[in-house]
Nanobody, 122 residues
Framework: QAQLVESGGGLVQAGASLRLSCAVS????????MAWFRQAPGKEREFVGE????????RYADAVKGRFMISRDNAKDTVSLTMNNLKPEDTAKYFC???????????????WGQGTQVTVSS
């Protein structure tokens, strides 16, 4: 049974950095493309970024481009999201997700974690 567990969220001030991690088990991790999504209260879940199974390609939402970076370690079955220069509008619950496809639509993703909360104060 696939399990994705996010960690690393917290409360930070604007301008700070955070690094989220997602530990994956129950999947052949290295065969899956991975993504991060986020969802703020009262809003739809939105795409943050994605990384291919072999790390040769990444893509980011315009709102986070240049500030966030996704990386993965196939030896440890983990994917990370490094967030720099955080803004109050980055406040949301962050989710990692796995797919054998590629794209920004949440419906493309087969497996999801429970999320970790990130709150950025001004």
């Amino acid at each position: 049974q696939a399990q994705l567990v996010e960690s690393g969220g917290g409360l930070v001030q604007a301008g700070a950095s955070l690094r989220l991690s997602c530990a994956v088990s129950g999947l052949t991790f290295y065969t899956y493309n991975m993504a991060w999504f986020r969802q703020a209260p009262g809003k739809e879940r939105e795409f943050v970024g994605e990384i291919t199974w072999n790390s040769d390609s990444t893509r980011y939402a315009d709102a986070v481009k240049g500030r966030f970076m996704i990386s993965r370690d196939n030896a440890k079955d983990t994917v990370s999201l490094t967030m720099n220069n955080l803004k109050p509008e980055d406040t949301a619950k962050y989710f990692c997700a796995a797919t054998r496809r590629w794209g920004e639509r949440a419906g493309l993703y087969d497996y999801w974690g429970q999320g970790t909360q990130v709150t950025v104060s001004s």
